[in-house]
């Protein structure tokens, strides 16, 4: 099958090869033929070392597909069946999943790193994240593969599994925004869109985007912004907005050490600071013990919008089915595996909301 292969971490370009086999279902596995995958800027940062990757792999961690074989010991799908793929399969028994945090449970994503599913003749390489949907069908966890209805685009799936999961899981499972709010959400790209829809979904009362291009300005309005700046006119628009009060709610949607300290500076005092953009491990961010102390801002960390998949995904596909959710309208681009490289480059550039590649 064709797959698109990082040979090294670092590599800016991925290898389209037609060798590339998966390894067996095991008892508790599927094999699934993926119909679409978006091109999300965790794949970016796979590439170049910010997100932990091995190489050789095949990266891609947001998917739909069909399920073509299931293990042995698989009762809850069978072949035929339209799935959402997730890079973070809850076992259902260890802690995390236990208390209710199913998107903390690390015991898929640990074998995920120690256990190689694909084969380029006879090289093992690595899925990222457990996945790898830059390839034609890939070997998951029974549980990391979620059944859909088969009315649903599988362009709209795939963009569910990641992108629009993460943004609007942090409004509503991390961060509980209230009708009436006032939010800020820093970085505008996918994720950062989700954001956006999800705050207008809570009912937050206004929405505000921050994004250095200009030219995202009117895109972030039309998916539900209120009111959008550059970085630099952040303040002042808290000055006009809220008397520099600051807002209930800010989500950082970069990841960078400024970007969250600008959240924090703007939220108000016992206002909300969610942290939604994978930032490198050694980028060190600085508040003093007496700021922490005096203005009782709380500061989340949100990974994978805190979420329950078996929950969210129906969730938001009915918010899709409702009206509710613009899941087709952050679709810039499709394109096709063999322009893969193509579409990194274009995500490089910053301008892309979500592009889908199709494998049909």
């Not at 090294?8 to 998966?22: F, P």
């Not at 829809?197 to 995202?216: F, N, S, T």
């Not at 539900?224 to 700046?229: M, Y």
């Not at 600085?286 to 949100?302: D, M, N, T, V, Y």
């Amino acid at each position: 099958m064709k797959a698109a292969v990082l040979n090294a971490i670092g590599d800016d370009k991925l290898e389209l090869r037609d060798d590339v086999t998966t390894v067996d279902p095991g008892p508790g596995e599927v094999r699934i033929r993926v119909r679409a995958t978006g091109i999300c800027h965790s794949d970016l940062s796979a590439m170049d070392g910010t997100l932990p990757a091995l190489a050789p792999g095949i990266v891609g961690h947001e998917g739909a597909g069909e399920v073509v074989e299931v293990g042995s010991a698989v009762t809850s799908l069978v072949p035929g069946d339209h799935v959402v793929v997730s890079f973070v399969p809850p076992c259902g028994a260890c802690n995390a999943c236990v208390r209710g945090q199913p998107h903390l449970c690390g015991v898929h994503a640990i074998q995920a790193f120690m256990n190689p599913r694909f084969k380029a003749g006879a090289q093992p390489l690595f899925g990222f994240a457990g996945l790898g949907t830059f390839a034609e069908e890939l070997v998951v966890p029974w549980q990391g593969a979620v059944k859909i209805d088969k009315d649903v685009p599988w362009e709209i799936g795939a963009l569910t599994a990641c992108g629009v999961l993460t943004g609007v899981g942090a409004v509503i499972n991390t961060a509980k925004v209230e009708p009436g709010a006032k939010v800020v959400v820093i970085g505008c790209g996918g994720v950062g869109i989700s954001v956006i829809q999800g705050a207008k979904v809570a009912g937050a009362a206004m929405i505000v985007a921050v994004d250095p291009l200009v030219e995202k300005h009117e895109v972030a309005k039309r998916f539900g912004a209120t009111h959008a700046t550059t970085p630099e006119g952040l303040q002042e628009l808290n000055a006009q907005l809220t008397g520099s009060e600051g807002f209930d709610y800010t989500f950082d949607v970069v990841g960078a050490p400024v970007t969250i300290r600008s959240a924090f500076d703007v939220a108000r005092r016992g206002g909300t600071v969610v942290v939604v953009g994978a930032g490198r491990g050694d980028a060190m961010v600085q508040f003093s013990a007496q700021e922490l102390f005096l203005h009782e801002k709380r500061i989340l960390g949100s990974f994978y919008g805190s979420a329950d998949i078996r929950r969210d995904y129906t969730r938001l596909l009915d918010l899709w089915k409702a009206g509710r959710l613009d899941i087709e309208g952050m679709i810039s681009r499709r394109i096709t595996l063999n322009e893969i490289n193509d579409g990194l480059q274009a995500l490089r550039g910053g301008t892309m909301i979500r592009q889908v590649v199709n494998f049909e």
